[in-house]
């Protein structure tokens, strides 16, 4: 399949958008279909504060009509029991139409909710591989014949689950959802996306490729709406056999709630962090140190479930470390989304940018010490720069919560033990970074963080082969690799008895 050149300049993807012809129905049961109830959702571009367009909003009964279609077709079995070579063979398929419309994918994630779009064309790259990856392990999974004695044979079999709802966040629309969909899909199961209310363009789009790879009608459906409406009724149904979650934690916490009063079905969730990133005074090249410090922070303007927003820096080298980081992350201004030299764009939307700004506030009353930033631009649009308190204790609300916008908050520590204590202070455990020069201390270290993630002398560097999630509040279950295939089957033991 032929992948058009890469625009280079703001003028030529001003000029691809132009062109955009954006799906805003839902699609149930291999059809494009407004709401049942006529219901529409406003997509804003966060960069301009402009309509783009009028999205279907849907409710209880359309999510009852795709919960019937999904079953149905589960039931039917030529996707789920079908041969894994064939649900290989379409979700490469799929991965190839991705591909090939990259360009046009990344735009409606850049338009819909402000990430630079160098930035969505990497998560592009992340939403095809991840594709790629969980097509290519379908037919390389083997159950297994568990050790009985010589007069049975125990088979330990695993199948799909059934329908699978995928509740997916905003801020990175395709890459959150490839991280579901693609190995709920290659286990077999039906499953319906719903994607964030911010964010909705890109998934529809995802639904017309999906129908052309070849997906069967009814397996892969698309359900635009709100939480408290479509979402809940997803997750509250007793025909929903699991929920793939990536949100917010308070936001989990009410879906294992739906489950209790409904099913027990599995809820699956990666939510918040508040990551701690722990920089030694023996770590060497410190300005790439402070530069990686800072964009683990200001990547996706702060939107990042990972985002570095605890930088624990070691006292005797805070004064010049920190110095060092301003002027990195002075670099770092926000800028048109559309134009690929902007390292930050827009903040989601007015909401997520106030809430944002109140957090400044509050940094500052509490007695935090502002550095860098704190002040939004006069421009139309949502833009924040980046922001820097020095001076922060666990007490403090910008030391303790998730702010999810460009805000660092620096902490001191003189020893190992402070370093370890400050970085497990927290209710969530997502991610965590080391830089240090002595492999005993990184080991040490490393081992006692309570994180689902430890970077040792980088930010972030993850690839499919890794699994990828939080503990404690920051959630449980696996995206990526074959932990991710694994989360979406059932297994199941035969036991056949030999000497009958
Ligand atoms: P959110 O929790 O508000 O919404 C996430 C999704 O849940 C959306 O689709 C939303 O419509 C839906 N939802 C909201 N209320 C619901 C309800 N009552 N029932 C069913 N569905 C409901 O989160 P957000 O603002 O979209 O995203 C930001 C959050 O996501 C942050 O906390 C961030 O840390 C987290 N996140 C985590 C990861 C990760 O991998 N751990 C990745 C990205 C984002």
Same mark, same amino acid.
């Given at each position: 399949?032929?992948?058009?050149?890469?625009?280079?300049?703001? &003028?030529?993807?001003?000029?691809?958008?132009?062109?955009?012809?954006?799906?805003?129905?839902?699609?149930?049961?291999?059809?494009?279909?407004?709401?049942?109830?006529?219901?529409?959702?406003?997509?804003?571009?966060?960069?301009?504060?402009?309509?783009?367009?009028?999205?279907?909003?849907?409710?209880?009964?359309?999510?009852?009509?795709?919960?019937?279609?999904?079953?149905?077709?589960?039931?039917?079995?030529?996707?789920?029991?079908?041969?894994?070579?064939?649900?290989?063979?379409?979700?490469?398929?799929?991965?190839?139409?991705?591909?090939?419309?990259?360009?046009?994918?990344?735009?409606?994630?850049?338009?819909? +909710?402000?990430?630079?779009?160098?930035?969505?064309?990497?998560?592009?790259?992340?939403?095809?591989?991840?594709?790629?990856?969980?097509?290519?392990?379908?037919?390389?999974?083997?159950?297994?014949? &568990?050790?009985?004695?010589?007069?049975?044979?125990?088979?330990?079999?695993?199948?799909?689950?059934?329908?699978?709802?995928?509740?997916?966040?905003?801020?990175?629309?395709?890459?959150?959802?490839?991280?579901?969909?693609?190995?709920?899909?290659?286990?077999?199961?039906?499953?319906?996306?719903?994607?964030?209310?911010?964010?909705?363009?890109?998934?529809?789009?995802?639904?017309?490729?999906?129908?052309?790879?070849?997906?069967?009608?009814?397996?892969?459906?698309?359900?635009?709406?709100?939480?408290?409406?479509?979402?809940?009724?997803? &997750?509250?149904? +007793?025909?929903?056999?699991?929920?793939?979650?990536?949100?917010?934690?308070?936001?989990?916490?009410?879906?294992?709630?739906?489950?209790?009063?409904?099913?027990?079905?599995?809820?699956?969730?990666?939510?918040?962090?508040?990551?701690?990133?722990?920089?030694?005074?023996?770590?060497?090249?410190?300005?790439?140190?402070?530069?990686?410090?800072?964009?683990?922070?200001?990547?996706?303007?702060?939107?990042?479930?990972?985002?570095?927003?605890?930088?624990?820096?070691?006292?005797?080298?805070?004064?010049?470390?920190?110095?060092?980081?301003?002027?990195?992350?002075?670099?770092?201004?926000?800028?048109?989304?559309?134009?690929?030299?902007?390292?930050?764009?827009? +903040?989601?939307?007015?909401?997520?940018?106030?809430?944002?700004?109140?957090?400044?506030?509050?940094?500052?009353?509490?007695?935090?010490?502002?550095?860098?930033?704190?002040?939004?631009?006069?421009?139309?649009?949502?833009?924040?720069?980046?922001?820097?308190?020095?001076?922060?204790?666990?007490?403090?609300?910008?030391?303790?919560?998730?702010?999810?916008?460009?805000?660092?908050?620096?902490?001191?520590?003189?020893?190992?033990?402070?370093?370890?204590?400050?970085?497990?202070?927290?209710?969530?455990?997502?991610?965590?970074?080391?830089?240090?020069?002595?492999?005993?201390?990184?080991?040490?270290?490393?081992?006692?963080?309570?994180?689902?993630?430890?970077?040792?002398?980088?930010?972030?560097?993850?690839?499919?082969?890794?699994?990828?999630?939080?503990?404690?509040?920051?959630?449980?279950?696996?995206?990526?690799?074959?932990?991710?295939?694994?989360?979406?089957?059932?297994?199941?033991?035969?036991?056949?008895?030999?000497?009958?």
């Amino acid at each position: 399949m032929m992948v058009a050149d890469t625009p280079t300049t703001l &003028a030529e993807w001003q000029a691809l958008a132009a062109t955009l012809d954006f799906e805003t129905r839902a699609f149930v049961n291999g059809e494009f279909v407004p709401a049942m109830d006529g219901s529409t959702l406003t997509s804003i571009n966060p960069a301009t504060g402009e309509t783009l367009a009028q999205v279907a909003s849907c409710d209880a009964p359309d999510a009852e009509k795709a919960i019937q279609a999904a079953r149905a077709a589960f039931e039917e079995g030529s996707w789920s029991r079908s041969d894994p070579g064939k649900r290989k063979q379409v979700l490469l398929r799929l991965a190839d139409l991705v591909d090939a419309n990259r360009h046009e994918l990344a735009l409606l994630d850049t338009l819909d +909710m402000g990430k630079p779009i160098s930035s969505a064309l990497g998560d592009l790259s992340g939403t095809i591989a991840c594709l790629r990856y969980q097509a290519e392990c379908i037919d390389k999974l083997y159950g297994e014949v &568990a050790p009985t004695g010589d007069g049975a044979l125990g088979l330990v079999l695993h199948e799909p689950i059934g329908v699978v709802a995928a509740i997916v966040p905003w801020n990175f629309p395709m890459m959150m959802t490839s991280w579901k969909i693609a190995p709920a899909l290659a286990a077999g199961n039906s499953v319906i996306l719903k994607p964030s209310e911010k964010s909705p363009l890109s998934a529809l789009r995802l639904a017309q490729l999906a129908q052309e790879a070849g997906i069967p009608k009814g397996v892969f459906q698309v359900l635009p709406g709100y939480g408290h409406t479509v979402g809940k009724a997803l &997750a509250l149904s +007793m025909q929903v056999d699991c929920v793939a979650f990536t949100g917010s934690t308070a936001v989990g916490k009410q879906l294992m709630q739906y489950a209790g009063q409904s099913n027990l079905k599995r809820v699956f969730m990666e939510c918040g962090g508040k990551s701690p990133n722990i920089v030694f005074a023996d770590c060497q090249h410190l300005d790439a140190v402070a530069r990686s410090a800072a964009e683990a922070i200001f990547h996706n303007q702060g939107e990042v479930c990972t985002a570095g927003s605890r930088l624990l820096v070691e006292n005797s080298i805070r004064e010049d470390f920190v110095a060092r980081v301003i002027k990195a992350a002075e670099q770092m201004q926000p800028g048109n989304p559309l134009d690929p030299d902007s390292f930050m764009g827009a +903040m989601v939307d007015e909401a997520q940018f106030k809430r944002v700004l109140d957090y400044i506030r509050q940094g500052v009353s509490e007695g935090a010490t502002l550095k860098l930033g704190g002040e939004a631009s006069n421009s139309k649009g949502y833009f924040l720069p980046p922001t820097i308190f020095d001076d922060v204790t666990p007490e403090m609300t910008i030391g303790r919560e998730e702010i999810f916008g460009p805000v660092l908050s620096v902490f001191g520590f003189d020893t190992e033990e402070q370093a370890i204590g400050l970085a497990n202070d927290s209710n969530y455990g997502l991610a965590a970074g080391v830089w240090s020069q002595d492999i005993d201390r990184i080991m040490r270290v490393s081992r006692r963080l309570q994180s689902g993630q430890v970077y040792v002398n980088n930010w972030s560097g993850i690839d499919q082969t890794v699994p990828f999630g939080g503990v404690k509040q920051s959630g449980n279950g696996r995206d990526k690799s074959l932990h991710a295939q694994e989360k979406y089957c059932e297994v199941k033991t035969v036991w056949v008895s030999l000497n009958i």
